[in-house]
């Protein structure tokens, strides 16, 4: 792997899985949670999502995404959910647990009255993931995260949204997951979990091993594309110049 500049570690090939997730949104507000998916939604703002909004983390919405001291208006929290109720957003959350039909979970581990272990509490994960977009970034794929059942459902899966029907549904719409192996979508009849493609050195068998249930595989699972020596520039010499990605993403 490479372009003459170096060569292509895993953290940027998952910073161009993220970046991916918002082609194609047009002007929405694209939310993130991780250094990988914020340097995803900004680099797809530089190059094939140009109209993506994208703010500093706080209050204001950036007109610059290579400098978060940039600005071209505000946007503070209840003008956030606001734009979130009317499904101009697109977030990509994190997850403690998912489960095959995209149900999540960062509230608890255990039993919900007792849990084992008290997490963040379930904060936007209902409402987001029955209002807006809703995409996944798991920097550790494992058994731990991918269950087969989650132990507390925080944000709502395929299945219990076509079960609550209405206005759960309406606007449910998870578009996949990116992990530190792969990426994984609901492109199946059922919305079942499905393998969509492996990162650069990694094999199905892995992605299976390391994943609680059964994944939906086709016989034909592509590669995860590399960064365009433009993409590679701008992430390496504009948008990340430190390397924090890395910090992200084991090797």
């Known amino acids: 792997m490479g ?7 895993r953290a940027e090939v998952c910073v161009v899985a993220c ?8 002007e929405v507000l694209a939310a993130t949670a991780g250094t990988v998916p914020m ?7 530089l190059t094939f999502s140009p109209r993506l909004l ?3 983390g706080e209050a204001m919405l950036l007109s610059t995404p290579e400098d978060p001291a940039s600005a071209e208006g505000w946007l503070p929290y209840r003008k956030h959910l606001s734009v979130a109720a009317r499904g101009k957003r697109h977030m990509m959350m994190g997850a403690s647990q998912l489960d095959r039909y995209g149900n999540q979970n960062i509230s608890c581990i255990g039993d919900w009255a007792r849990p084992v272990r008290q997490l963040l509490g379930a904060r936007g994960a209902p409402s987001n993931t029955v209002n807006h977009p809703v995409s996944y970034w798991v920097p550790r794929h494992s058994p731990r995260v991918f269950v087969p059942r989650v132990d507390m459902v925080s944000g709502v899966g395929h299945d219990r949204a076509a079960e609550a029907g209405g206005a759960a549904a ?17 492109a199946t009849p059922d919305h079942r979990m499905r393998l969509a493609s492996v990162h650069p050195g990694v094999t199905v068998a892995q992605v299976r091993e390391q994943t609680g249930f059964e994944l939906v595989v086709p016989d034909q699972v592509p590669v ?5 020596p433009e993409e590679l520039r701008l992430l390496r010499g504009v948008l990340d110049r430190q ?3 890395d910090r992200e993403v084991r090797g």
């Open 224 to 228: 995860t594309r590399e960064p365009t």
């Open 243 to 245: 390397g924090t990605r």
């Open 170 to 186: 309406r606007f449910h719409g998870l578009r996949r997951v990116v992990t530190d192996l792969a990426v994984l979508d609901f």
């Open 3 to 9: 372009d003459g500049t170096g060569t292509v570690t």
């Open 19 to 26: 970046a991916e997730a918002w082609r194609g949104d047009g």
């Open 54 to 56: 994208l703010t500093d």
């Open 39 to 45: 340097l995803g939604a900004r680099l797809a703002r």
